[in-house]
C-alpha cells in the first residue's frame, strides 16, 4: 500500500504528485497493464528476452583508453 502524508504547509498538488511518483516507482502501473490479458508463457520468454537485448543495448559501454 502506497501512502503519502501531508504536511501542514504542503498542499494537495504536492501530495498527488508525490503519489504519483511513488506508484511510478514502485511498477504498479506497469503490472495492471502485464495482467490485463493473459501472455502465453512462450511470449513471455520472448518479450523478457526482448526486453534484455534492449537493456543490453542501452547500457553504456566502459570506454578503453
Known amino acids: 500500500m502506497i501512502?503519502?502524508?501531508l504536511s501542514e504547509d504542503g498542499g494537495i498538488e504536492q501530495a498527488i504528485k508525490a503519489?504519483?511518483?511513488k506508484v511510478?516507482?514502485?511498477g504498479i502501473?506497469?503490472?495492471v497493464r502485464?495482467?490485463?490479458h493473459h501472455v502465453k508463457p512462450s511470449t513471455?520468454?520472448?518479450l523478457k528476452a526482448a526486453a534484455a537485448q534492449?537493456?543490453?543495448r542501452k547500457k553504456p559501454?566502459?570506454?578503453i583508453a
Request: hydrophobic letters at 15%; glycine letters at 0%; charged letters at 60%.
Open 3 to 5: 501512502e503519502v502524508t
Open 19 to 21: 503519489f504519483r511518483r
Open 24 to 26: 511510478q516507482r514502485s
Open 29 to 31: 502501473l506497469k503490472e
Open 34 to 36: 502485464q495482467r490485463r
Open 44 to 46: 513471455a520468454r520472448r
Open 54 to 56: 534492449r537493456r543490453k
Open 61 to 63: 559501454r566502459p570506454r
